[in-house]
């Protein structure tokens, strides 16, 4: 833990300007998966980037509750030998995972022993049917009196199926595609945009005979297999979490900064390309790759933006930075619309409402909008005091809103922030931005 983790509140100051070059933690999509996948595999994996944070922690916790030899060679390097789950003494907590809950469902509902799933009184308020639903159609039992967690499972044969999945959601669709190892025939999902498919790329590297149906990969069929081969993989630095640096050293005068090592998945970049269409300065360097996924280093100088509309797929290629965009719109010329993100409303806050809400707290004018909303720029933000919520991309974003205010801001329930970005507070610090936690 780093000590701005252990501190809940931020106090930020305009006038610093961001330089350098930085890292950020590993990607927690993949850091989820791959506590998982080494869970079930057969041998001794080694992973190393992993990301220590609060939501990867509690799903490797549930992994250790399940039978998993886990060692730490230090903070982020993890040996783990799987392949001989067996019940657990307790109910697997998730805390605010909705990733580590959703995937770990679709493990489970597939297992011969029972389980049951359960998390924060947040993940309690969070839609599970999306996935009980399709799970129980291939035959799982599962017990949900709320439609939300507890979850309850017991063992059950399940059956290959093909589902066309209602929302692009890469949590359900790797739930389906994790049961269908264990069913008796494959299992097809069809999805309705380009979700994150981190857990095909994995679940492919270990041996398991996973293929898209079509040319853009929205249909992808997972072949039964319980055997997997262990892991070794070093996990890329996650993009969302760069998002909030990025888009910071966009929006204050004379920043120029460089974030490297970065996961650079075409499922993962709509955030890029959008900020590239607002007129950001981004340039890409040292490309490579990394755990089966493409990397590369960003480098950004503050931009003049201007506003853009947004909808349809690249909504799903970047669905968890729709906060920080909010804040990049307010800076930005002109008028920025999104539309068709109503998935944003099931996040860990409404994210829509909760953004809309703290931020007029600042001095901005946004209107909400069903499945999106609508800023028109450039607006000077004041200042004042705002909340986190318990929602990691609303503190961070409000962190960055914080350093672009004329008389400074105080993010209060600001510890969230390491869910998944442990040292968020020390890599602004680091760059040059004006922040105290305390
Ligand atoms: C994730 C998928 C996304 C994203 C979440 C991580 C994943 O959720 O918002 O932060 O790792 O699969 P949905 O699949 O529900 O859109």
Not at 95 to 101: D, E, K, S, V, W
Request: hydrophobic content about 40%.
């Amino acid at each position: 833990m780093k000590t701005g983790d252990r501190h809940n509140q931020f106090t930020l100051r305009p006038g610093g300007v961001l330089r350098g070059a930085v890292t950020v933690p590993g990607d927690k999509s993949i850091s989820h998966r791959a506590a998982m996948l080494a869970a079930i595999a057969r041998g001794r994996s080694e992973i190393r980037n992993w990301l220590a944070a609060g939501d990867t922690e509690a799903t490797l916790g549930a992994m250790r509750d399940l039978g998993a030899t886990i060692e730490r060679l230090d903070t982020t390097t993890l040996s783990i030998v799987g392949g001989a789950l067996r019940e657990s003494a307790s109910p697997l907590n998730l805390m605010n995972a909705g990733t580590g809950i959703r995937l770990l469902a679709g493990i489970m509902a597939g297992q011969d022993f029972p389980s049951v799933l359960d998390g924060s009184a947040q993940l309690r308020r969070r839609p599970m049917k999306r996935i009980t639903e399709p799970l129980e159609l291939m035959g799982a039992d599962i017990e949900s009196r709320t439609g939300g967690c507890p979850l309850r499972i017991r063992p059950a044969a399940l059956r290959g199926l093909t589902y066309e999945m209602p929302v692009a959601s890469a949590q359900v669709k790797s739930a389906i595609l994790l049961a269908g190892l264990y069913a008796d025939s494959p299992t097809t999902v069809i999805q309705p945009g380009p979700a994150r498919d981190h857990t095909e790329r994995m679940l492919r590297s270990l041996g398991v005979d996973i293929k898209e149906e079509d040319a853009e990969g929205k249909t992808i069929t997972v072949f039964p297999q319980d055997r997997l081969s262990p892991l070794g993989l070093t996990v890329p630095g996650d993009i969302s979490s760069a998002a909030f640096l990025l888009v910071a050293a966009l929006l204050i005068r004379d920043s120029e900064l460089t974030v490297s090592g970065v996961n650079l998945n075409p499922t993962r970049t709509g955030i890029l390309d959008v900020l590239e269409a607002m007129g950001a300065d981004i340039t890409i360097g040292n490309r490579g790759a990394e755990a089966g996924e493409p990397i590369g280093d960003i480098r950004v100088k503050a931009s003049q933006l201007h506003g853009i509309e947004i909808g349809g797929e690249t909504v799903v290629r970047m669905i968890d930075e729709f906060p920080i965009l909010m804040v990049a719109a307010l800076r930005a010329e002109g008028e920025t619309v999104v539309r068709e993100a109503a998935e944003l409303r099931v996040k860990e806050t409404d994210r829509i409402a909760v953004m809309a809400a703290e931020l007029r707290k600042l001095g901005a004018e946004i209107e909400e909008r069903e499945d999106g909303f609508r800023i028109l720029g450039p607006q000077q933000l004041t200042g004042g005091q705002v909340d986190g919520h318990d929602d990691h991309r609303i503190a961070m974003s409000l962190t960055v809103a914080g350093l672009i205010t004329a008389e400074g801001a105080v993010v209060t329930d600001a510890a969230c922030a390491g869910d998944s970005f442990p040292g968020f507070a020390e890599t602004l610090q680091g760059c040059g931005a004006l922040l105290a936690a305390s």
